[in-house]
């Protein structure tokens, strides 16, 4: 709430944050005609994107599972769980899904509470309620030691700050004199500020994020997942929303914008990767004529194994490897490194 007790605090926007605002409102405005063109490739991309979330956003917070359950614990039917692990995993899709569904939901202490309890409620951890004791936000050293990061709103505060940023921020994105992903950004910086949950507290506000992405007109999140670009500049978010969180707690004393900026740059780059997956999709030939054409002419200018098998969902890891070999022998890419971590550029 904090983000919007001065209109001064998000106004005027600095003019880096305008130049990435234009960018995303470039790629929304090519998103519309590809829903009318393409459906069944939308389609595709979303149920790709849907399950790249689910295993990015859980794995944020430390919550990963076997490869081979990820297409069980997504499906419409998972099944029993077989830790907690699997338990949150599972609740976290079941959760995305109530988000996606055709009737929107308004934003209200109701909507956060249930998607809580949706996230929690296959295991036995508590779920649907804010915390009932004060907690620390704790930063892990690079040694191993801890320190605590800052201390959130209390408990017993924590129903009347959750309450007035839903207000705020409801009225903020109804009057219109912000633009709306500002007003996201400062929203889930204000809720990760707050930290209303035991736990649990960065996967609701991610589900909660891309949700009012796509309320505001900007559907990307539905084709692309932003969970897993966040998950990619994972040393990022933490630094820019750290960067955001100092003087918060004294009064709204802080500079929101790092995180804003941060957050707004991942959703440009979803827009990015949106045309690059069309364009990869829409390319024809053998799957070996498709990861050509897509690392010389749609790739980004340095790219990973992994940036080709999410651009490109249907084609091996060997068959993309055996094709750059052939590339990286006729002088047109080279790379950096080996295995998982090399980097590949177009020369």
């Known amino acids: 709430m904090r983000s919007f007790q001065s209109k001064h605090t998000l106004d005027p926007v600095p003019g880096d944050v305008v130049v990435i605002l234009r960018r995303i409102d470039r790629g929304a405005g090519a998103e519309g005609q590809y829903k009318d063109q393409l459906p069944q490739l939308l389609s595709a991309l979303r149920d790709q994107a849907r399950v790249e979330s689910v295993t990015a956003s859980s794995a944020i917070e430390g919550v990963v599972v076997k490869s081979s359950r990820i297409a069980k614990l997504t499906s419409r039917s998972p099944g029993f769980p077989r830790n907690r692990s699997e338990a949150e995993f599972a609740g976290y899709s079941r959760a995305l899904d109530y988000l996606n569904q055709q009737q929107p939901r308004d934003l209200s202490v109701g ?11 296959l295991g036995n951890a508590p779920g649907g309620a804010f915390k009932a004791n004060d907690n620390l936000v704790v930063d892990v050293l690079s040694d191993g030691s801890r320190q605590v990061h ?24 109804e009057q219109g004199e912000i633009h709306p992903l500002v007003v996201v950004a400062a ?8 930290h209303p949950f035991e736990d649990g507290n960065g996967r609701v506000t991610r589900l909660l994020t891309t949700h009012l992405v796509s309320r505001a007109g900007y559907d990307v999140g539905r084709y692309v997942s932003l ?3 966040i998950f990619d500049t994972k040393e990022s978010y933490y630094q820019e929303l750290r960067a955001s969180t100092e003087g918060w707690f004294e009064d709204g004393q802080h500079d929101p914008w790092p995180w804003i900026r941060y957050l707004l740059g991942r959703i440009a780059d979803a827009y990015t990767q949106f045309e690059d997956r ?3 999709k829409t390319i024809s030939g053998t ?3 498709r990861v050509r054409t897509f690392a010389l002419t749609h790739s980004a200018g340095t790219f990973t194994i992994a940036d080709l098998r999410r651009a490109l969902p249907g084609i091996s890891d060997n068959t993309i490897r055996l094709v750059l070999s052939e590339l990286k022998r006729e002088g047109k890419i080279s ?10 550029h177009r020369n």
Request: some cysteine; overall charge negative.
């Open 111 to 121: 909507l956060v509470l249930h998607l809580h309890r949706l996230l929690f409620e």
């Open 150 to 173: 800052f201390q959130p709103v209390s408990a017993a505060a924590t129903p009347f700050y959750v309450e007035e940023l839903l207000v705020r921020t409801v009225a903020a994105l």
């Open 187 to 194: 929203f889930a910086l204000d809720l990760l500020c707050i």
């Open 227 to 229: 969970e897993q670009l």
């Open 278 to 280: 069309v364009a990869s």
């Open 287 to 289: 799957k070996q004529d």
């Open 335 to 344: 790379v950096d490194g080996t295995g998982r971590s090399a980097a590949w």
